[in-house]
C-alpha cells in the first residue's frame, strides 16, 4: 500500500541545510495501526507529510497503491490526497468561523463541488458529536475539536488516517477518547499512522517505527497485512455544468463569510469601489447631458445648411469691409435657388438692434427679417400662432413673431398673439410664439423679433441688401457640391477680379460645426469617464492591498485546504470570488450613488443630466473586471503556497 525507498528530504534554513530525512526505506500494510515516535527533530512529521502527499522527496521513490508519486502533478496529487488521505493535526485547524458540521463537510466541497451537511452530521454522531454539530470550535473542548478533525478526516472514507500527535493538546481523559476511536477505525479497515513522542500513546499502536537523525532505528511489531483490494482510481470534481454551478456558490458563500469577519476592512475595500463607479456614473451622465444639450440647441440650426455672408475686398493690399461689389441681393437669393443644383431651400437674412414696447414695458432685442422658408429651415415652427406667409413679405406686412425671452420680458409669461407691439415705434401685431432654443454661451437664442425681409428692410432697417443668405442643401453629400457653385455663381454676377476672389465672399458649413461641436462633447464625456476611472483604478489597488494581507492573515487556512484536497485552482477561485464579491457589491452601491449624484446635481446646480443604461453596464463591467485583474496576484499567490509550509506559518 504505502512503499518508500531510500527517500532522502533536506531543508534549507537560512544559510543552514537540515537533513529531515537520509536515505529512509519503509511499507507499510493496508489495515496496519502504526506508531512514529522519536524525540524533536528526528523527521518523524517530515516522512508522515511525505506519506500524506504534502510533501515530496527530494529523491528517492515513494509508491502509494502501486503509483509513483514523484510522477504526479500538483493537481493528481491533490485529487489522490482528498480520496486516499485523511489527516487529523495536533493544532486541530478548525475554521474559526465555521460550525462543527461545515467543518467537517470542507472535503467535499472539494470532492464533491458541494457541502453535504447530512453526511457531515453522521460522520460527526460516529466520533460521539452528535449534538454539537451546529457549535463552532469556540464553543466546544479541545477533545471534542479533535473529534471534530478526525470527522473531518473520515468524510471522504479515506484508506488511510495520518494523526500528527493527535493527543498533545489533551486532557488525559480526551486522550483515552480520541486513541479508542483511532482503534476503532483501525479495526474498520482503515489504516492509522500516529506521529507522537508520547510513550504511552505509542504503545497502544500495533506496529512501532523508532527515528533519530532522519533515519530509522527500529521497526517493532509489523505483521502482514490485510489483503488490499485494488482502490478505485481517484477523480476529479463532476465537472458539468451544474456541480461547476454549485461549487461557484459555495466558493461565493466561503466569500462573504470570510468578508464579513474583518467589516471595517471590507468596507473600505467596497468604498474605494464605490467611490469609484459613482464617479464613472456621475462623469458619464453629466457628459452625456452636456451632449444631449448641445444636440438640442445644434437642432435649431436646422441640418444642412450653409450661411452665405459677404467677405471682404482688399484695396492696395488693405483689407476693406464689403462694400457694393460683394453685398448680397433679393436677386441672389433668386439667382441660387434657379441654378444651384443641389439647393432645397433658400431665406434671406437682415439683423440689427431694436427698441420694442408694449403698454409700458420696452426690451431692446434684435430684430431679424427671414424669408418664409426660414421657419423650416431653422426648426423655427411658432409653438403658439402661425408663421407669415409669402403674400405678407411682398405686402411688407406688420407682423411678427417673438422669442420666449421678449415674452417674459414684455407679457409676464401671458400669451401675445393678436396682441400690438411697437418695434422702432412702429406698430407690429404678433401672429406667433417661437420655439423655445436656449442661451449659448455669444447670445440668447430667445431674445428676439422675427419679421418678413421686406418688412425689415423697407420698413425697419432702410437697407437695401440683406446681411447673409441661408442655403439648404438637399443632403449632406452634396453640400460640398453645392457651396462651390454658389461661391462660383456670386463671383461670376458681381464681377469679381480674380485678384479679389478669394475672401470675396464666406460661406459657413453648420454641419461641420455641429460635427465638430458633437466630437468635442464626446471627447469631454470620455475625459471626464477616464477621469473617473482613475478612482476605480485606486480602488483596485486597494483591494489588491487588501486580499494580499487576507492571504497572509489565512496562509493556514490555505495549507488545510490543500491537506484536505483543494487543488491550486480551488484556492484561486475561492480568492478570486472573494474580490469579484467586493467589487461587485461596491459597484451596484455605487450606480445607486452615482444615479443619487446626477438627481442632486441636476436639482441643486441645474445641471443637464442622463443617466443611461450604458454608462450603468459601463461602470459595473468595469468595477468587476477591476476586481479581477487586481485580484488575480493575491489569488495566483494563495495558490501557489506550500501547504506544509501554509500549516506551519506563524
Do not use: C
Not at 467535499?108 to 460527526?124: I, K, M, P, T
Not at 421657419?375 to 420666449?404: C, D, H, K
Amino acid at each position: 500500500m504505502i512503499e518508500l525507498r531510500d527517500v532522502y528530504k533536506t531543508y534549507r534554513m537560512g544559510e543552514t541545510l537540515v537533513r529531515a530525512l537520509r536515505g529512509v526505506s519503509l511499507t507499510i500494510g493496508r489495515g496496519e495501526f502504526v506508531a512514529i515516535t522519536g524525540p524533536s527533530g528526528s523527521g518523524k512529521s517530515t516522512l508522515m507529510h511525505i506519506i500524506g502527499l504534502l510533501d515530496v522527496p527530494d529523491s528517492g521513490s515513494y509508491r502509494l497503491h502501486g503509483r509513483e508519486v514523484a510522477r504526479m502533478t500538483e493537481n493528481e496529487l491533490a485529487i489522490l490526497r482528498r480520496g486516499e488521505i485523511g489527516f487529523v493535526f495536533q493544532q486541530f485547524h478548525l475554521l474559526a468561523r465555521t460550525a462543527a458540521d461545515e467543518n467537517v463537510a470542507l472535503p467535499l466541497l472539494y470532492s464533491r463541488g458541494r457541502y453535504d451537511l447530512a453526511a457531515a452530521r453522521e460522520v460527526l454522531a460516529r466520533v460521539g458529536l452528535a449534538d454539537r454539530a451546529s457549535h463552532r470550535p469556540n464553543e466546544l473542548s479541545g477533545g471534542q475539536q479533535q473529534r471534530v478533525a478526525i470527522a473531518r478526516a473520515l468524510i471522504n472514507r479515506p484508506s488511510i488516517l495520518l494523526a500528527d500527535e493527535p493527543t498533545g493538546n489533551l486532557d488525559t481523559a480526551s486522550q483515552h477518547e480520541i486513541l479508542e476511536i483511532l482503534k476503532g477505525l483501525n479495526r474498520d479497515g482503515i489504516t492509522v499512522i500516529i506521529v507522537t513522542h508520547e510513550e504511552e500513546v505509542a504503545r497502544e499502536a500495533a506496529r512501532r517505527i523508532q527515528m533519530r537523525d532522519g533515519v530509522i532505528q527500529s521497526d517493532v511489531g509489523a505483521s502482514k497485512p490485510r489483503a488490499a483490494a485494488a482502490p478505485e482510481p481517484a477523480t476529479e470534481v463532476a465537472s458539468e455544468p451544474r456541480a461547476r454551478v454549485r461549487e461557484l456558490i459555495e466558493h461565493m458563500r466561503q466569500g462573504f463569510r470570510a468578508l464579513a469577519a474583518n467589516k471595517i476592512r471590507t468596507l473600505l475595500s467596497v468604498l474605494g469601489i464605490l467611490i469609484g463607479v459613482a464617479a464613472v456614473v456621475a462623469m458619464l451622465a453629466l457628459g452625456r447631458g452636456a451632449q444631449q444639450a448641445i444636440e438640442k440647441q445644434l437642432s435649431s440650426l436646422g441640418s444642412n445648411l450653409l450661411v452665405l455672408r459677404p467677405g471682404s475686398v482688399r484695396v492696395g493690399g488693405v483689407a476693406q469691409q464689403a462694400g457694393v461689389t460683394t453685398r448680397l441681393t433679393l436677386e441672389d437669393v433668386t439667382e441660387i435657388k434657379e441654378h444651384v443644383p443641389g439647393v432645397n431651400e433658400v431665406s434671406p437674412n437682415v439683423s440689427g438692434r431694436a427698441q420694442v414696447t408694449f403698454a409700458n414695458k420696452n426690451w431692446n432685442t434684435q430684430v431679424v427679417g427671414v424669408g418664409t422658408a426660414y421657419a423650416r429651415m431653422r426648426a423655427s415652427e411658432p409653438q403658439i400662432g402661425r408663421f407669415f406667409t409669402e403674400e405678407e413679405n411682398r405686402q411688407r406686412a406688420r407682423v411678427a413673431l417673438i422669442g420666449l425671452t421678449v415674452v417674459r420680458e414684455l407679457f409676464g409669461g401671458q400669451n401675445p398673439v393678436g396682441e400690438t407691439i411697437k418695434v422702432n415705434k412702429i406698430s407690429f401685431q404678433v401672429i406667433g410664439v417661437l420655439p423655445e432654443k436656449g442661451a449659448t454661451g455669444f447670445r440668447d437664442q430667445d431674445d428676439v423679433v422675427v419679421v418678413p425681409v421686406l418688412t425689415a428692410m423697407r420698413r425697419l432697417l432702410g437697407k437695401d441688401y440683406v446681411d447673409y443668405i441661408d442655403i439648404e442643401a438637399e443632403s449632406p453629400q452634396v453640400m460640398e457640391t453645392v457651396q462651390n457653385a454658389t461661391t462660383d455663381l456670386m463671383l461670376s454676377r458681381h464681377r469679381v477680379p480674380p485678384a479679389q476672389r478669394r475672401d470675396a465672399y464666406q460661406i459657413r458649413n453648420l454641419a461641420d460645426i455641429q460635427s465638430a461641436l458633437e466630437e468635442s462633447s464626446r471627447t469631454m464625456s470620455l475625459l471626464l469617464a477616464s477621469i473617473a476611472a482613475i478612482s476605480l483604478l485606486v480602488g483596485g489597488i486597494g483591494i489588491m492591498n487588501i486580499m494580499l494581507v487576507s492571504v497572509t492573515e489565512r496562509t493556514r487556512e490555505i495549507g488545510l485546504r490543500k491537506a484536505v484536497g483543494a487543488r491550486p485552482r480551488d484556492i484561486l477561485n475561492q480568492f478570486l470570488v472573494e474580490t469579484i464579491v467586493v467589487s461587485v457589491t461596491g459597484g451596484l452601491a455605487g450606480i445607486v450613488l452615482g444615479w443619487g449624484a446626477t438627481l442632486v446635481l441636476s436639482s441643486v446646480a441645474g445641471w443637464n443630466t442622463a443617466v443611461t443604461p450604458g454608462s450603468v453596464l459601463l461602470a459595473f463591467a468595469f468595477s468587476a473586471m477591476v476586481g479581477v485583474i487586481f485580484g488575480i496576484y493575491p489569488a495566483r499567490r494563495a495558490a501557489a503556497l506550500n501547504p506544509i509550509q501554509a500549516l506551519r506559518y506563524e
